[in-house]
């Protein structure tokens, strides 16, 4: 019987009149409308349209494949068209100035290079500001109309390799290191800030407590292999009592590793390196390299690309003030025996889909 009751009263519950009706009906209506409405209002907009970006790169290696690798990323994610110019040879500043000089900016808003020789280039990218947003990356053209640079301190990495040479070589004795040039910003300043750090009193003692380190030379290769071989060789040759070698660029480590074998010397010399090719990686897991200083080539493909899309799209907050100029830095870090693993999953995830760079036909 209660079961019925329940149902006896559900049944004659009044029925709602249609005025009632129609004003529910029209506050339903004007609920959904205001929900929608909202809804239009706070969801993400669409990218504003912006015309295309140049990367222009020092080369087609490791560390440029990283860079590019990073720059798809940013476009992918920002709604970007990126144009890559592969110089064929790394580090080959002849050969990126015809580059630049060629560029076809028609419908371009925006330019990131690395620049391989500043003094040289200045002009060139003076004139692609007058049609292009130019950002610098990895090497800066300080004297140049660019807008920005994105990368790290040279003159920091320079410091970092010198303290891993103390660690390494704790004596002191003489040190050697090679470089691919001395007309990049980076080249300079990252020999800069070795000579400053290589003899720099630590904390805790006066410069003249600890041991000494003399640099018996800055070795340059202009990116030629072979000549760096020979450098190196000779040089082991004439500073026999040679305590470490430094290389400066990616392709130094695995090539400062060769001569010491040939020269049958490799538990005599304690090697530095730069960068994170695959050969120094190796080294460094083998005991053969103390340790690499180590970029985020990845980071600066990426970020180079971020800002140019978000100052063409107008997205940026608060702008330099007209005709000053800004940095984006990236910080360096020493890779060791003992973070080598994580560093390695990181950098194998980074370029699971990358392919071998193909220079600009």
């Not at 391989?116 to 947003?133: G, K």
């Not at 990356?137 to 660019?146: E, K, M, N, V």
């Not at 290589?198 to 292999?225: C, M, Q, R, W």
């Not at 490799?266 to 730069?274: C, G, I, K, M, R």
Request: aromatic content about 6%; charged content about 25%; glycine content about 8%.
């Amino acid at each position: 019987m209660a079961a019925i009751g329940v149902v006896r009263l559900i049944w004659e519950k009044p029925i709602m009149s249609a005025g009632r009706s129609g004003l529910l009906l029209a506050a339903l209506i004007a609920v959904a409308a205001a929900v929608g409405y909202r809804a239009s209002v706070f969801q993400e907009p669409a990218p504003k349209p912006m015309g295309s970006v140049v990367m222009v790169t020092g080369g087609k290696g490791p560390f440029w494949q990283l860079v590019v690798e990073g720059a798809k990323s940013a476009a992918e994610a920002l709604d970007v068209d990126v144009r890559y110019e592969i110089p064929d040879v790394d580090e080959n500043a002849e050969m990126q100035t015809q580059i630049l000089s060629q560029l076809n900016l028609k419908g371009v808003d925006g330019v990131a290079i690395s620049s391989l020789d500043p003094v040289t280039q200045s002009p060139l990218i003076n004139r692609m500001c007058e049609d292009a947003l130019v950002v610098t990356y990895d090497s800066d053209a300080p004297l140049s109309a660019r807008d920005t640079y994105v990368g790290a301190s040279n003159l920091a990495a320079g410091k970092l390799a010198a303290q891993l040479v103390r660690e390494a070589c704790p004596q002191g004795g003489e040190v050697a290191c090679v470089l691919v040039n001395l007309t990049k910003e980076n080249m300079i300043e990252r020999r800069d800030g070795f000579e400053a750090a290589i003899n720099a009193p630590t904390d805790d003692k006066s410069a003249d407590a600890g041991p000494t380190y003399e640099v018996v030379d800055f070795l340059v290769d202009e990116s030629d292999d072979q000549r760096c071989r020979e450098l190196i060789a000779k040089t082991l040759d004439e500073h026999p009592d040679l305590v470490c070698f430094v290389g400066m660029n990616a392709q130094h480590g695995g090539l400062i590793l060769e001569t010491l074998k040939e020269k049958n010397k490799l538990d005599q010399v304690e090697v530095v390196a730069f960068d994170e090719t695959a050969g120094t990686l190796d080294g460094i897991r083998e005991g053969e390299i103390y340790a690499t200083v180590v970029q985020d080539p990845y980071r600066y493909g990426y970020e180079a690309i971020r800002r140019i899309a978000t100052i063409c799209r107008g997205e940026e907050g608060l702008r330099p003030l007209s005709g000053s100029k800004s940095t984006f830095n990236i910080g360096v870090q020493p890779i060791r025996k003992e973070n080598l693993d994580a560093f390695q999953k990181q950098l194998d995830e980074r370029l699971k889909n990358g392919k071998q760079l193909k220079p600009t036909s």
